[in-house]
């Protein structure tokens, strides 16, 4: 892919793109996505010709340890590099989420003479972004949102790793995108055509209505022996053959990581234009500043990651007189509490807004009108997260996805990709554990979570009432370095004795606290079963009990060992109730009720009670588990440790 796309690269980053160098977060910047995230050879090299702080002796790290040109482009690595691919077709739906970002705040901000936001964005793609089903969600909902400023380049060479694409690919690429409402450009000779290559981008600029995808005609591994072949997709030329190459186009086959002085010479012109392409945006931001203050204002806080001051006052309030009501709708008063004060927060649903009560009530579709913060993702649960990262690597918007979550692992590869970027999203997972009842063990998240939670930069939020929904609205909106997982109810809860938003922070804290004398027992529990935790409690008579609330496992990580061990103290039999898998409840307690097997498809009472989820149940199981202890040590918990020994 390097060798075969280089044309295109070529004619994109010095006669099309408009970007600085100098300044890779400027604002005004076209914005460049290789979604075919193993060529990134050609990004670095493209990065170190346009000027970018990527050198050569960079370039002769790659994909060495500690280098900043690792073997797939990661955003928070290298300058220059916008998303973080790798998993193919990642990169088209990002794409994605990059122009609906431009588009919304060309809405929001721009005034006559003002185009403060008037970008495009361009992403190149291969065959195997092309069968991925992600590309497939994504490419869907631009072409009927009529994406006008994102052009997509496919590089059309016919090989994928296994041979020919014949072997399991036959589909006309440009037709299933037209039927997608794109419009599509085929350029026949990309390899060495220049002129029709910058045609078609010219052409692709002016189709306003429609993202254009142009098919570049292409040879992998162009000027090699075995070009065209599988076999130039992952195997080294060799120094002979590269020699070989580079006499070909008539470069000196003696020097290595050698730039000749005329393509300095080009890109040195390309690197001053886009220079100058800013310093002309910077004056027009200035102009806007005196026209247009208090917009001005906005724009810079929101691209400075910061939030306004008093954000948090108008959040609601709860106590345990208020009725109880499911978490997930709790989760939608917050989140239109939060959205009133807070613009940058866009997002959606994938179709189950009525379920998941994400609707915003203080704006309107993002289709309908294109300043508004409502996205209808469509049945499209991976597309929206790696859309979303598109969003949110735009800059100056929070982005948050919604659906039930089980499905979240449908969107599971863009999750870890958040992750592994470091990126804020806000997922908003519903229906959270056997209790959702009759859809069955099809729609029951058993490992979800412990999948999300055992995911580095992952912060999963259970709430168990009002001020714990709050609380991971709080925690979620002020978690910059990664994404947060709300997980809400079906089920009503009721608002408890004893919680508090910032218990959440704290990730876990006591919610009641035992009587005098010697504590014999703490039950620690997540969500929904907070309160089954409780009325257990009451159930254990001549036992004094403790009820820990731990609604955020990764938060209680971070808490120093003092405040772990006073939470949890050492030498206690240690008790978890979470209706989920047991995986990673063993790190806070000694001995966990949760899931072994999968649910069952019957009323969320009559499911909760097979399982042993009810208070007289879960009382029954604790004072078996004491009596098999009782002539034991209790031993220490990994909590109880320092993180690192």
Known sequence: ????????????????????????????????????????????????????????????QFRQLGSITPGHPESHMTPGVEVTT?????????????????????AVYNRPGFNVFDNYTYAFCGDGCMQEGVSGEAASLAGHLGLGKLILMYDDNGITIDGETGLSFSEDVPARFRAYGWHTITVANADADYASVEAAIAAAQSVTDRPSLISCKLTIGFGAKNQGEESVHGSPLGDPEIQRVKAKFGLDPSKKYHVPADV??????????????????????????????????????????????????????????????ATRKLSGAVLNAVAKVLPELVGGSAD??????????CTHDFVEKRDGRYLRYGVREHGMAAINNGLVAYGGIIPFGATFLNFIEYAFPAVRLSALSEVQQIYIMTHDSIA?????????????????????NVAVVRPADGNEVVGAYVCAVENRKGPTVICCSR?????????????VARGGYVLRKEGRGKLDLILVA?????????????????????????????????????????????????????????????RYSHFCIGMTTFGASAPGKVVMREFGFTPDQVAATTRQFLAAIADMPVGLLSTHLAAKL
């Open 436 to 456: 959702l009842g009759e859809d069955g063990p099809t729609h029951q998240p058993i490992e979800a979570m412990a999948m999300c939670r055992a995911t580095p």
């Open 1 to 60: 892919m390097p060798m075969g796309m280089a044309p295109i690269a070529h004619v994109l980053w010095s006669k099309v793109m408009q970007y600085s160098a100098t300044n890779p977060k400027w604002l005004g910047r076209d914005r460049f996505v290789l979604s075919n995230g193993h060529g990134c050879a050609l990004l670095y090299s493209m990065l170190h010709l346009a000027g970018y702080k990527v050198s050569i002796a960079d370039l002769k």
């Open 491 to 503: 089920q009503a809860l009721p608002h408890l004795e004893g919680s508090y938003v910032d218990g």
């Open 86 to 106: 790798g998993p193919l077709g990642q990169g088209i739906a990002n794409a994605v989420g990059l122009a609906i970002a431009e588009c919304h705040l060309a």
């Open 264 to 325: 300095a010479a080009t890109y040195a012109q390309a690197t001053a234009n886009g220079q100058r392409c800013e310093s002309k945006w910077n004056d027009l931001f200035s102009a806007y500043s005196k026209e247009f203050p208090q917009e001005a204002a906005e724009i810079t806080r929101r691209f400075a990651g910061k939030l306004p001051a008093g954000w948090k006052n108008g959040l609601p309030k709860y106590t345990p007189k208020d009725k109880a009501v």
């Open 526 to 586: 997540s969500g929904s079963e907070v309160s089954l935790a409780l009325a257990a409690a009451d159930e254990l008579t001549g036992l004094n009990v403790r009820v820990v609330s731990m609604p955020a496992c990764t938060n209680f990580d971070k808490q120093s060992i003092q405040y772990r061990r006073r939470v949890l103290p050492v030498g206690v039999p240690t008790l978890s109730i979470e209706a989920a898998c047991q995986q990673g409840w063993e």
């Open 352 to 361: 189950l807004t009525p379920s998941n009560k994400t609707a915003l009530k």
